[in-house]
């Protein structure tokens, strides 16, 4: 568990591990493993990105697709209770974590797109295919790296540098190191608010 403020990027707290007493590797920051539906805001942050397209109510397809693989087989999604609407809402589907309107949104975006996004968060090429799947949580990434991901969208698309140090101070008082928080800006702030929104 990773505890972070969002303005400041301070780490305020880091769990590495549920046996706190065992003594292992930091999961929180050395075990790479799947996201999962952590990646389906950057979905919606890609699409909300162009306002010209999507908004809130713009309606997504949710019916049921199959995607042919280079193996011959074909890839299948399901929404976890297996209903599908037909179509839903933007705001509706992220906010129930549609699986299939998703998948049909990142195929509108365009698979590239949306690995762009994830690139602006400094996620390597070799950690992205250039597949559906990612739009539902195929990519695998340390803890700190989603929560570097999260931090960006909370603070409306301002990138702050992520720290567990504030300042160093020496046995007189005096200041010998002082991290002060320094943001660039990554993201549209408003495609951040509404992803924020409806997470």
């Not at 996201?35 to 109510?57: E, F």
């Not at 968060?121 to 989603?146: M, P, R, V, W």
């Not at 020496?170 to 993201?187: A, D, M, R, T």
Request: net charge positive; aromatic share 10%.
């Amino acid at each position: 568990m990773i505890v972070v403020d969002r303005s400041t990027g301070e780490i305020r707290a880091l769990i590495g591990s549920a046996k706190t007493k065992f003594n292992s590797d930091n999961r929180s920051l050395k075990v790479c493993r799947s996201i999962d539906s952590l990646s389906k805001p950057v979905t919606y942050l890609t699409a909300l990105s162009q306002p010209n397209q999507y908004y809130l109510n713009t309606w997504i397809s949710d019916e049921p697709i199959s995607t042919k693989l280079n193996n011959g087989k074909y890839w299948i999604t399901q929404n976890n209770n297996y209903h599908f609407s037909g179509k839903a809402v933007l705001l509706d589907s992220s906010m129930q974590l549609i699986n299939i309107s998703t998948v049909n949104l990142s195929m509108k975006i365009g698979i590239k797109k949306l690995v762009n996004i994830w690139k602006h968060f400094d996620i390597y090429k070799n950690q992205l295919a250039l597949f559906l799947s990612i739009s539902l949580g195929d990519i695998n990434l340390i803890q700190i790296k989603t929560v570097e991901v999260f931090q960006t969208i909370a603070s409306s698309g301002y990138k702050t540098l992520l720290k567990s140090v504030r300042s160093m101070v020496s046995n007189k008082g005096k200041i010998l190191h002082q991290n002060v928080p320094q943001s660039q800006y990554l993201e549209s702030l408003k495609a951040s608010y509404f992803t924020l929104y409806v997470m």
